[in-house]
């Protein structure tokens, strides 16, 4: 019976050898519970994302053994790519409108573990053993219900790594072939792309804590020669936090007037330009006030996936300060596109 918290991974630099591979979907991560009629979506912090996705509920119901707990992710595929701005589109407060986006942009479940099936717990039951029992219970299944592929060779595994990435996913998982299905524990092994850019930091948020850096705005400028924000570099021990406001404040500006992102506070600008604070259903009540700083300095920062080509998908990791660079060196022309590559290669 639901919740149940899904099995986690931990970062590592290499695919390690001696494992069970898959690739690491870039959706929601959701774990579906069917008892006959009754189909139920779960996500990983354990809330319902069941009325979100009525095509797939239905979907589901229809396509999986009448009894089952399935470990996967939701996806939205687009033009054979992994659209994960559609998907946050789907949290959404009115019923009507998910509705109309479910019959729009109908997503897809691709099932890569099972915990459960008929009257007989899985979580006990190792890794190579439950594989087997999902390829069985999901047999000749069809779309949008996807088996997860799955190989167990290393070179395999390496050339998923590098294709991939041009569908839209971000990397591998590896899992060990006798682990049980630990719950909220990291278990698993995922493996990431990692990439460097030149960014303009151009504010900062404070830190929930006190005055001291909670979050660096990052920007970008794009061919229009307009500085897009494009995320943001968050983990910092506290001492570092403390001493960012320091080396920052010479290029505090009195008030947003005359920055690039000036106009972030209204919602009408957020249809034409990157700027920070974009209202949003995940921001809530959220402040999203910033300290504007005068756009001089450039940073280097670790990403592991642009989202559209427009913004860094995951919060970037700080590297170094690059006293070498100019602001205005710092755009898009720099980031390396991923050579694209067909979703409905990977799911048939």
């Known amino acids: 019976m639901p919740p149940v918290k899904p099995m986690l991974a931990k970062s590592v630099a290499k695919i390690p050898p001696g494992m069970q591979y898959e690739a690491k979907w870039d959706g929601f991560r959701a774990i579906v519970f069917r008892d006959g009629a009754e189909v139920e979506l779960g996500s990983r912090t354990g809330k319902p994302l069941t009325r979100y996705f009525p095509e797939l509920v239905s979907a589901l119901g229809e396509r999986l053994p009448e009894r089952c707990v399935l470990d996967g992710e939701i996806v939205i595929a687009r033009d054979g790519h992994l659209d994960f701005d559609a998907l946050t589109e789907r949290i959404h407060p009115a019923d009507s409108r998910v509705r109309t986006l479910a019959e729009r942009t109908p997503s897809s479940f691709v099932a890569f573990d099972l915990l459960a099936l008929a009257d007989e717990s899985l979580l006990d039951v190792p890794l190579t053993d439950r594989r087997a029992l999902l390829e069985r219970a999901l047999s000749g299944v069809t779309a949008p219900v996807h088996l997860a592929p799955a190989t167990t060779d290393l070179e395999v595994a390496q050339g998923w790594f590098e294709q991939y990435e041009g569908a839209g996913l971000d990397g591998v998982i590896a899992k060990p072939l006798t682990v049980r299905y630990l719950q909220d524990e990291r278990a698993m092994f995922k493996i990431k792309h990692e990439r460097t850019a030149d960014v303009v930091v151009a504010g900062y948020r404070l830190h929930k804590s006190g005055p001291v850096v909670g979050s660096l705005l990052l920007g970008l400028y794009d061919d229009q020669g307009r500085l897009q924000h494009v995320g943001v570099s968050a983990a910092f021990p506290m001492k570092r936090r403390a001493e960012l406001i320091e080396e920052l404040e010479p290029l505090r500006m009195a008030d947003v007037a005359g920055h ?62 690059r006293p070498d660079r100019t602001p205005d060196s710092c755009t898009y022309a720099q980031l390396e596109e991923p050579v694209r590559y067909d979703l409905g290669e990977i799911l048939g």
């Open 260 to 321: 690039p992102w000036a106009a972030w506070s209204d919602e009408a600008a957020h249809e034409t330009a990157r700027l920070p604070g974009a209202p949003s259903r995940w921001s809530g009540k959220k402040d999203l006030s910033w300290v504007p700083l005068s756009p001089e300095r450039v940073a280097e920062v670790a990403y592991d996936h642009m989202e559209n080509g427009a913004r860094f998908r995951h919060t970037a990791r700080f590297r170094r300060w």
